[in-house]
Every structure is written in structure tokens, then in C-alpha cells.
């Protein structure tokens, strides 16, 4: 019997916007405001049968593209990117399975619009996307189609990936590194992943760049709800166990004091776990293994509690690519903004790395990918958030749940835009609050990503594109 295959007949965009509680810090910028892409995408089966599934991705202007060019022309152009990715979509006339289509249109359709849409902003004297941008507006229809399949096989987003329904083996789509050992052949995406999805997941909180860590930092703006302020208050009323801390990569004393400050504060509370966030702004490993060497010399409880070190270094790996060996021989150290794909993985590792953090907002396809040549690779994994709210934090917490995490996942929407998912709460009330300093997943049922209603849950708008194929 053939495998289940499907193709794409229809599409539809809207852009929903979103206000933050508090400012969040990325890089030299502070993000106040979110447009997320949310998008239906309708596939058909050999038979006839029909189906629609749900994704959608915050367009986080600031992560994606940095650059001194104003927040507005960024945020307008991809916006447009997306409206332009509706049209390809429903162009896309292949047919098969969601990994197979995933993928072909990453290596291929999703270049090609991208240097369309760059040749005509350098034409018009205008700064081009970054590929990290364009991951990011097609990760929303890239996820939508694997729902969109689980639900036309009555299967979770997950299942569609077991040999029986996606019988393709990974050297069609991955190269090992050279002199590795490793081999692809005959090997499946589903060995990579956990035999049974875990149905609850430790919550890593995000200490960000501006956020109060005591009151001598408050600034008169914090907000006045029922939502904690203070870093000690999440800690006590969420039970948490992870910090992730953002530091500033441009001014060491600061970073080191940060950690120092944030460590001191968590660990009495019962914090066990720190990981330090340098913001893509390093470029000598020199920086990052003198704080780390400090840290160890004057505070070895708080070295040992930080369990890894995230993306000091630039985004563009090939552009950067700097041996951080040093770094990795004293901390574990993670790939986040650099790994687009696996073969920047690979490039990665070459260079020191040692793992890599995972975003569904890079697509789910290539994170599913990506996943499966790190841990050939012996390296670990981590999956991390884009302050993902509403629709967006359903794939995310699904994907960190089916891969063998070194602890749980950040979540962090429930700090920085509470209110923004409640009511998508009423439906999966333990994803969007953390308690026990964990996340629940256990509403979690159904075809697809198990949406089960939250994806109209929420009146929508008239959307930005609606396309039926003909």
C-alpha cells in the first residue's frame, strides 16, 4: 500500500496583533509590541478528502532581522514576505508528505522568493531579509501543513512521522559530517525522537535585559496586575527551577554581576538549573571563558547550576566562523539564532559547538531535520521559545516534548504578553501557566498539533489573503 500523501489547495493569512505586559530586550532593541502570522492551510489527499490545519508564529521583528533600519519598514516587510508566501503555497503543486513537502519547499521555493523579494528592495536602495526572517514567516504555513495532515489521517502531528506513514529514510534529506561514522542509511526521523511524548515539561523562565531582579531596578512602569514583577515573586508563585538570563555580550562586568545577582537571588528558592543568554554579540570566545572562569573561581555553586551557554557569537556562522572549542570545554554550549538548518549544524560542530537550541518558528520541518543530525552527532538539544503566545505555544511545547530535551522548555509569553492567550487558556489551561514549575500538555488531544478547538477559540478578523486553488 503506497504511503499517505497530500498536496496543498488552499491558504489564508491574518496578521493578529499583540501588546507586551513588560518590554523585552533583544540584542541593542526592546520589543513592546508583536504581530503574529496565523494561517489555514487546506490539503487534499489521493482520495479526494479534504482537510485544514493551524499555525502561527510571532513576526519578532527584533530577534529576526537586527539592524539600525527603523522597526516599521522591518515589521511592513515581513509582513508582505508572508503575503507573498500565502501566493507560493497555494502555487506549490507537489504532492506527498508533509516532511518531504516541508523540505522542498525550504530548499527551494522559499530561496527563490526570498531573492525575488531582495533583488526588488535592493533596486529600490532598501536593506535586504535576512534568511532567519524568511524562516520565521514560513514557519507558520510549514507547520499548518502538518496539522493540516495529521488531521486528514485522523493522526497527531507526531504520528505522521512513524515509518508506516512516512516511510522516506534520512540520507535522502541529511549528509553526516566527514570522518563522523555517522550514516543516514536506512535510518528513520521517528528513531530520533522520544518512544512517548511527555505529557508535562519543566518551564525555563526568561530573566530578561530589562526586567527587575529586585526593587532597587524598578523604574515607576511596571505594570499593576495580577502578575508577578519581581523575579523572587515568579520564582515563589510558579515553583521554578530553570533561569535562563539575559546578558548583554558588550560589557562584561554587567553580564557577570547579572548572573551573579540572578543566581543568589534563584538558588535559595530552590532554582537548580541557569543558563547565560549573550544576545549574538560576541566575537571574541575570550569574553564569554573569562566571565565563565570567574564565575567558577568566586561562585563554583552557581558555575556548577549553569547547565549551558546560549549563541554568544554573531548570527552568520559562515560569515563569523569563529572556533569557540574553549567555550564548550567548560560549558555545554548551544546553537540558537545560527542554526537555521542542519547543515549550519553541521558547521556548527566543526566549529566547537556542542548543541543546539530549536524553534518551531524556523519551521517544523527543519527542526524535526536539525534534531535528528544533532543527536546523530552526539550533540544535545534544547527547545526554545520565541515568546510564543496563543496558537504558536501548541508545536512548540509539542516538539520539545517528543525530543530528549536537557531539561524541559522555555516558555516565557505567560511573562511578557499574559493576556494575550487567555482564550486559548480556556482550552489548554496548564500550557499557558506555568505551576509546579512545569507545563501541562495533557489537553493536548486529538489529530495534528491537538489544537482541539483553541484554533477557534478566537474570532479572527478578515484575513489578509484568502486563496482557494482552482
Request: proline share 7%.
Amino acid at each position: 500500500m503506497p504511503a499517505p500523501t497530500c498536496r496543498v489547495t488552499g491558504v489564508a493569512l491574518w496578521f493578529l496583533p499583540v501588546t507586551t505586559r513588560v518590554p523585552l530586550k533583544f540584542g541593542t532593541e526592546a520589543l513592546t509590541s508583536v504581530t503574529c502570522a496565523r494561517v489555514k492551510l487546506t490539503v487534499q489527499g489521493p482520495d479526494g478528502r479534504s482537510a485544514s490545519g493551524w499555525g502561527e508564529t510571532p513576526l519578532s521583528v527584533q530577534w529576526v532581522w537586527p539592524s539600525a533600519l527603523p522597526y516599521g519598514p522591518r515589521h511592513q516587510a515581513l509582513k508582505e514576505f508572508c503575503q507573498r508566501l500565502a501566493h507560493a503555497w497555494n502555487a506549490f503543486d507537489e504532492c506527498g508528505h508533509p516532511m518531504r513537502l516541508g523540505n522542498a519547499f525550504n530548499e527551494s521555493e522559499l530561496p527563490r522568493l526570498q531573492a525575488g523579494f531582495n533583488a526588488e528592495r535592493t533596486a529600490d536602495g532598501l536593506e535586504p531579509l535576512p534568511h532567519l526572517a524568511a524562516l520565521v514567516c514560513n514557519s507558520a504555513f510549514d507547520i499548518a501543513l502538518h496539522d493540516a495532515f495529521g488531521r486528514l489521517l485522523d493522526l497527531s502531528a507526531f504520528d505522521i512521522l512513524k515509518p508506516e506513514v512516512f516511510s522516506e529514510t534520512l540520507e535522502q534529506f541529511l549528509s553526516p559530517a566527514n570522518g563522523s561514522g555517522v550514516s543516514f542509511q536506512g535510518r528513520t526521523l521517528s528513531e530520533f525522537l522520544l518512544p512517548a511524548r511527555r505529557e508535562s515539561l519543566e518551564a525555563w523562565h526568561l530573566v530578561g535585559g530589562l526586567d527587575p531582579i529586585d526593587a532597587s531596578e524598578f523604574t515607576g512602569s511596571e505594570p499593576h496586575d495580577e502578575h508577578p514583577v519581581l523575579l523572587a515573586d515568579w520564582i515563589v508563585r510558579d515553583a521554578l527551577q530553570c533561569l535562563k538570563i539575559k546578558l548583554r555580550g558588550n560589557d562584561a562586568d554587567w553580564d557577570y554581576q547579572r548572573l551573579v545577582r540572578v543566581g543568589r537571588i534563584g538558588l535559595p528558592l530552590g532554582v537548580t538549573d541557569l543558563t547565560a543568554d549573550f544576545n549574538c554579540t560576541v566575537r571574541d570566545p575570550a569574553y564569554v571563558c573569562g566571565i565563565l572562569d570567574q564565575l567558577q573561581r568566586d561562585h563554583p555553586d552557581l558555575f556548577q547550576a549553569l547547565t549551558y551557554v546560549e549563541q554568544p557569537f554573531p548570527y552568520d556562522l559562515e560569515a563569523h566562523p569563529i572556533d569557540v572549542h574553549e567555550v564548550s570545554r567548560r560549558k555545554p554550549l548551544f546553537l540558537d539564532e545560527s542554526a537555521h538548518d542542519w547543515r549550519l549544524v553541521r558547521l556548527g560542530r566543526e566549529l566547537g559547538w556542542t548543541g543546539v537550541a530549536l524553534k518551531t518558528c524556523k519551521t517544523q520541518t527543519g527542526a524535526l531535520l536539525s534534531a535528528a543530525w544533532a543527536q546523530a552527532h552526539g550533540m544535545r538539544l534544547m527547545v526554545q521559545d520565541l515568546t510564543n503566545p496563543r496558537l504558536a505555544q501548541i508545536p512548540h511545547c509539542l516538539l520539545a516534548a517528543h525530543l530528549p530535551t536537557l531539561r524541559g522548555v522555555e516558555t516565557n509569553a505567560m511573562q511578557f504578553y499574559p493576556a494575550a492567550s487567555d482564550l486559548e487558556a480556556t482550552v489548554h489551561p496548564g500550557l499557558y501557566r506555568r505551576r509546579d514549575g512545569c507545563v501541562d500538555l495533557s489537553t493536548l488531544t486529538g489529530p495534528g498539533f491537538g489544537y482541539a478547538g483553541a484554533e477557534t477559540v478566537r474570532e479572527l478578523p478578515a484575513p489578509s489573503v484568502s486563496l482557494e486553488d482552482a
